[in-house]
């Protein structure tokens, strides 16, 4: 009930919002302006944060995450965040739709594990809005699932597993996790195809990127010097406090010329 619940309301919100559209004001937002897409809780202050998540709604709601905690359909973890008013640095949005800024506005955008979420015509089209959105010389950054690496680290126990240099029942580190190798086939295709039909609707990943893949997309919305970067290097502001995914990622920052 609570799951059919919030899917009506993120419906209703993400309908509200696609239609009509309102565009921020840019003078309201800190100059320069640095646009975080899909920022969950992780939201530094002095960056426009953009979600599409429920909480969001929740926050803005006097006393309903204390209700919610109280009830038991908030978790510890999960309620203090509310607490320390994370959400509250949130802008509801969602990515089927423009982001809600004018035209070459914005300095900066970063965006974390959110493209690999989304339909692939849909990954091309807010790549297109970040180009329309970012002045000349602005930097796009994204952090991705990296489908090279995931998939050299398979190979790689699977033909130790092939050789007889590993057995099925011994233990190997995947995806960061520790594991018997019997368990590393599910894990790999776990992360194409959430077994889990539910979290496969609401948190599922639509299509993989590797450094080739996701350079053609970026070039093809229009930005130039595409190139890959090291964990929290690069020419984005505030690394230290966006970058948090080290392992299994790719960094990539592309340029608006």
């Known amino acids: 009930m609570v799951s059919g619940l ?8 993400s309908w509200y919002l696609g239609t ?20 969950g809780y ?27 905690h109280k009830l038991g ?15 509250a640095r949130v802008r509801y949005w969602d990515a089927r739709y423009p982001i809600p800024i004018p035209n070459g506005a914005v300095s900066a955008i970063y965006s974390s594990h959110l493209l690999e979420h989304l339909d692939r015509g849909i990954a091309q089209k807010l790549l297109s809005d970040c180009y329309r959105v970012l002045k000349s010389g602005g930097v796009l950054r994204l952090v991705l699932p990296d489908m ?9 126990i699977a033909d130790r597993i092939a050789g007889g240099q590993l057995g099925l029942n011994d233990p190997v580190e995947f995806l960061t996790n ?6 590393v086939s599910s894990a790999f295709t776990a992360e194409y195809y959430d077994p889990d039909r539910r979290r496969q609707r609401l948190f599922g990943h639509q299509w993989m990127y590797d450094k080739w893949s996701i350079r053609v997309a970026l070039e093809c919305a229009g930005f130039q010097q595409v190139r890959e ?20 990622s790719l960094h990539v920052e592309a340029i608006k010329p």
Do not use: H
Not at 6 to 13: D, F, M, P, Q
């Open 20 to 39: 009509f559209r309102p565009q921020l004001r840019t003078d309201s937002l800190p100059a320069p302006l640095y646009v975080n897409l899909g920022s």
């Open 178 to 183: 520790k594991m018997p190798a019997s368990d």
């Open 148 to 156: 090279y690496l995931i998939s050299k680290s398979y190979v790689s």
């Open 6 to 13: 919030r899917s009506l309301v993120e419906a209703g919100a």
């Open 229 to 248: 970067c090291s964990y929290r290097e690069g020419l984005t502001p505030d690394l230290d406090q966006l970058d948090w995914r080290p392992a299994n």
């Open 42 to 68: 992780r939201a530094p202050t002095g960056w426009l944060n953009l979600d599409r998540t429920i909480n969001i709604l929740i926050a803005r709601i006097p006393g309903f995450p204390v209700a919610l």
């Open 73 to 87: 359909l908030l978790g510890p973890k999960q309620y203090d965040r509310f607490r320390q008013r994370f959400w």
